[in-house]
């Protein structure tokens, strides 16, 4: 009965994972006594945005929603949650509005899944900027099959180019829900080494799962 239940459960988030983040009306309104009009008018927006972009070619959509949502403020954690380093879901985003490299990252990770594309081409990345800071950085990038190259969505960049375009960053690792990889020769191959970000990785995705079951379509 254990496993039929956690099939069941799996199934269900499964398929809110496509329609994640969605607000019903009766949650906007929540939204807006609680929150104040600015993050209603911005959840709103965002639904709209979303069921547009749906209508426009899948190339279209790449770079519109990577244009539309690096249009959020940018702000660092320490500053916008008081912590160093918060994962900020995808609700927390659109209702705060601001947030940091990683928040944009997944933001962008859960639409386009509403917009067709599959999870597994789909693959946060830990960069370094070739600066004198040398930061470490978060973006997501897009893998439409396995010879093709891979495609930057960055909050730093309104352009979406392939990484090996993108002669400022250099990639340390990348991740997925499906695992951890490394790149070799243009290649993405599984990486078994403990990183840094497991462990909020990890508690990030239960968050997300929690709220899935709230804010999902129910189509």
Known sequence: MR?????????????????????????QQNIKDKYGKFAYNRVVDYQKTIAALAKKPQQKRL??????INQFLSQYDSVSTKYDDYWSTPVEFLLTGRGDCED????????????????????????KEKS?????????????????????LDNLSF??????????????YFFNPQGYYKLKKNKLIEYH???DTQKIYSDFLKKVNTEMTKYSCKR
């Open 132 to 152: 004198e800071k040398k930061n470490l950085h978060m973006v997501l990038c897009y893998l439409q099959d396995k010879n093709a190259p891979l495609l930057v």
């Open 104 to 127: 944009y990252a997944f933001l962008k990770y859960y639409s386009l899944i509403q917009l067709g594309f599959a999870p597994k081409q789909l693959y946060f990345a830990i960069v």
């Open 3 to 27: 496993i039929v239940f956690l099939l069941h459960v799996y199934v269900l988030l499964l398929f809110a994972q496509k329609c994640y983040p969605y607000f019903s009306l009766e949650q």
């Open 63 to 68: 770079v519109f929603l990577n244009r539309y």
């Open 193 to 195: 080494q403990k990183t």
């Open 159 to 172: 352009k979406v180019l392939s990484l090996n375009k993108r002669y400022d960053l250099k990639p340390l």
